[in-house]
């Protein structure tokens, strides 16, 4: 992956200020749009089924987030997405928990058969779930998932058709041709509730400005974990608590110039 390209992304954000929608969860509503107002892009929040279909077809991106899922917000997102779909605005989905009870793997499948995504992140258990195969899920967070995490990733989005991204220790970004593979970011992540919805935000903010969404997506990654980095660096010796104050501040601030200096993504070869 190019690293101008990923700056020259992140730049856009910034400079066109997108509006991304966001249907998510009542734990990380705040941080989420905390985050997005940090990185340079407009966030709102919208539920009422009066008003999600005006407000995803006026937005860059539809963010729909499983987090604290109930069946009013499942047809929000729905009505939400359609309207998404009409207006040719990308629709990133983070299928927080599927695996951990059936209603949200049931409802995981309802939103993807009514809605193309454009965009699915997701922690391995709940990518393998979405995916049809049986992996640990321990609430919201990973749980032991076995098997290799790019073979997972590839497969998700070919039986899906959409592009993947599996996050953990190592990122895989793949559209089931193109693959991805990233190692920017910082184990105090796990420790700060949200950093992943964030992302899945974040993608959206990078999806709205770049049409070629796996170079967006990718990019969105990259830069995240290098805003991680530099956050980590100055408190994670402090705790959780000064790591994402200061995580908002590095999403601020990185650069072109930090991701030249520290961006590690590599392209595997396909089958
Ligand atoms: P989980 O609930 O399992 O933590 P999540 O939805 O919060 O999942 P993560 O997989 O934790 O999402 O990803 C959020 C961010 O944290 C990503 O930028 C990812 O690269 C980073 N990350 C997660 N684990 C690690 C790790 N061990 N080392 C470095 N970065 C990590
Ligand atoms: N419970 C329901 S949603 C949520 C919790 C703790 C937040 C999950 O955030 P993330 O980004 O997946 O860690
Ligand atoms: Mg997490
Ligand atoms: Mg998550």
Redesign the pocket.
């Known amino acids: 992956m190019d690293k101008v390209l990923i700056g020259d992304i992140l730049h856009k954000v910034r400079k066109e200020n997108p509006l991304v929608h966001n249907i998510t ?1 009542v ?2 509503t705040n941080f989420t749009a905390n985050g997005l107002l940090a990185l340079g892009a407009s966030p709102v929040m919208a539920y009422a089924p009066e008003e999600v279909g005006d407000m995803a077809k006026i937005a860059g991106a539809l963010v729909l987030n499983m ?2 899922l109930n069946s009013a917000t499942v047809e929000s997102m729905i009505i939400a997405g359609k309207s998404a779909n009409d207006h040719g605005v990308p629709v990133i989905f ?1 299928p ?2 599927a695996g951990a009870t059936p209603y949200r793997t049931e409802m995981a499948g309802r939103i993807m058969r009514e809605v193309k995504i454009s965009i699915i992140r997701g ?1 391995a258990g709940e990518i393998a779930n979405i995916a049809g195969f049986q992996a640990e899920v321990k ?3 990973a749980g032991n998932v076995q098997g290799n995490q790019i073979d997972l990733a590839i497969t998700a989005a070919r039986k899906l058709q959409t592009i993947i991204v599996v996050t953990g220790k190592e990122d895989v970004i793949t559209d089931g041709i193109t693959t991805f593979v990233g190692r920017n970011g910082h184990p105090i992540l796990t420790k700060v ?7 899945t935000s974040v993608i959206g903010a990078f999806a709205a400005v770049e049409k070629n969404l796996l170079a967006a997506a990718a990019s969105a990654v990259t830069a995240y974990g290098i805003a991680a980095e530099l956050a980590a660096e100055r408190t994670a010796s402090k705790g959780p608590g000064n790591f994402q104050m200061e995580f908002l501040d590095q999403l601020a601030s990185v650069s072109g110039q930090h991701v030249i200096e520290k961006a590690f993504i590599e392209q595997r070869e396909g089958e």
Do not use: A, F, S, Y
Not at 193 to 199: A, K, S
């Open positions: 969860n734990v990380v987090g604290t983070d927080v928990g922690n609430g919201v967070d509730t949200g950093t992943g919805c964030l992302l």
